[in-house]
């Protein structure tokens, strides 16, 4: 019985001695495990803009913005040229069917020349943009038929791809060519919106709405761009003084070097940090599906109040629409 007895006893402390080794091991595996876990594989997403500095504009940040949310991984083709129009993108189209040599586009991956032919078939794409000039962008007549002869190409040689209408942004105020056309800001801006909107509706596309997004912005207390400023002297400037252009979306008056002394110039169209910033927020939820709110990416020289704002501001165009 005693014999017994003992035999137990020394099984019991066994077995606790055993547990004790055991226990600490285990909780470090299951530890291990939870830290080592592999991350879920990003979602790729390919887009090719046609289009001209306006894009670039828009992308210029996109790639960082959609890193910061981490999710996905954005492949961005760029079939664009400065300045391009409609119509020239589909002449150059037209060219290049007939002459290999005509390969206006340079792949930014590869440095290679490529026709849109090319570009159209080099990646399946998911999405590819067009849009109008900006300084035809709310002439609706300017569209047709280079539009329609894009969207079909697009649909032969991308038949994966979503169309998508870019639709670009107003001029600031103080635009000469606001002032040669007798537009206002808005007037531009109300213009377009409706030529951007009746292709959308031809093609069955989605609209990315940056210059919904640069009216809203610009719209909001607080924020209306003072153009021009009453207290500079623009016919005798100072180099370096510029007038005051807090929260412009634009570049606006700048130096620019010319020979030996700057000159003050006025660039009344191209986004700013603040603009391209905007734009790249209204892109990514665009294409994505996820709330620019989402994402924490900011410019350098962009406050985190300005950067909430034009969040926020992102999201709103992408929900309304």
């Known amino acids: 019985m005693i014999y017994h007895l003992a035999r ?20 470090a595996a299951e530890n291990d495990s939870k830290t080592s876990r592999p991350h879920e594989a990003k ?4 887009v090719l803009t046609i289009g001209n500095s306006f894009a ?98 697009v649909e032969q040689l991308a038949p994966t791809a979503q169309l998508l209408i870019h639709q670009t942004w107003a001029y600031r105020q103080d635009s000469p060519l606001l002032a040669k056309d007798g537009l206002s800001q808005q007037q531009m801006y109300d213009r377009l919106r409706n030529a951007y909107d009746a292709n959308a509706k031809q093609f069955d596309a989605r609209i990315l709405p940056v210059g919904t997004a640069f009216q809203m912005a610009r719209g909001t207390a607080g924020r209306t761009v003072v153009a021009p400023d009453p207290n500079f002297d623009y016919e005798n400037p100072e180099y370096p003084n510029l007038p005051n252009q807090d929260h412009s979306l634009v570049i606006g008056w700048h130096w620019r070097k010319q020979g030996d002394k700057p000159r003050l110039a006025l660039d ?36 985190d109040e300005d950067a909430a ?13």
């Open 309 to 321: 704002f034009y969040r926020h501001i992102a999201h709103s165009v992408c929900t309304d629409r």
């Open 56 to 153: 670039q504009n828009a992308c210029l940040f996109l790639r960082e913005i959609a890193q910061s949310e981490g999710s996905v991984e954005l492949v961005i083709g760029t079939a664009n040229i400065g300045g391009c129009t409609l119509e020239k993108h589909a002449t150059l189209a037209v060219q290049s069917a007939s002459d290999s040599e005509v390969r206006p586009y340079r792949d930014a991956a590869s440095g290679k020349k490529l026709s849109l032919q090319d570009y159209l078939k080099l990646q399946p794409w998911d999405f590819v943009t067009v849009q109008q000039m900006s300084a035809l962008s709310h002439k609706p007549e300017t569209y047709h038929p280079h539009i329609d002869q894009l969207a079909a190409l």
């Open 43 to 46: 979602r790729t997403i390919r």
């Open 268 to 303: 009344f169209k191209h986004g700013n940090s603040h603009g391209c910033f905007l734009a790249g927020l209204v892109w990514f939820e665009s294409l994505t599906g996820i709330a620019a709110t989402q994402t924490t990416f900011a410019p350098k020289g962009i406050s």
């Open 8 to 27: 137990l006893g020394s099984r019991l402390v066994l077995s606790v001695v055993l547990v004790l080794l055991v226990t600490p091991f285990a909780s």
